[in-house]
């Protein structure tokens, strides 16, 4: 029904940027909430932040509050997290995620290592 590719992670210095990208292919979603989910080498799975499509409400952990934004561009079915001034704690895997009809749809994941 949905694939999500993300894309973006790789390697970068405490206090740096990354983008990061999540496509989803099979048809408009546009109505639908996306997300981003991140787990931790030993850790479960985290929320990060998400999005919704009426309004375009937007919401965060507490601890990227401030550093990171959610946004999404319906017309290309993707969704991005900017991700500024990085800490080693934000070190993880990065999942997006979508909803339709009450069931959430994950992509595979990308890796950000966030180093010191």
């Known amino acids: 029904q949905v694939q999500l590719v993300e894309s973006g992670g790789g390697l970068v210095q405490a206090g740096g940027a990354l983008r990061l990208s999540c496509a989803a292919s099979g048809r408009t979603f546009g109505i639908n909430p996306m997300g981003w989910f991140r787990q931790a080498p030993g850790k479960g799975r985290e929320f990060v932040a998400r999005i919704v499509a009426t309004g375009g409400n937007t919401y965060y952990a507490d601890s990227v509050k401030g550093r990171f934004t959610i946004s999404r561009d319906n017309a290309k079915n993707t969704v991005y997290l900017q991700m500024n001034s990085l800490k080693t704690e934000d070190t993880a895997v990065y999942y997006c995620?979508?909803?339709?009809?009450?069931?959430?749809?994950w992509g595979k994941g990308t890796l950000v290592t966030v180093s010191s």
């Open positions: 995620t979508i909803q339709i009809n009450g069931a959430n749809y």
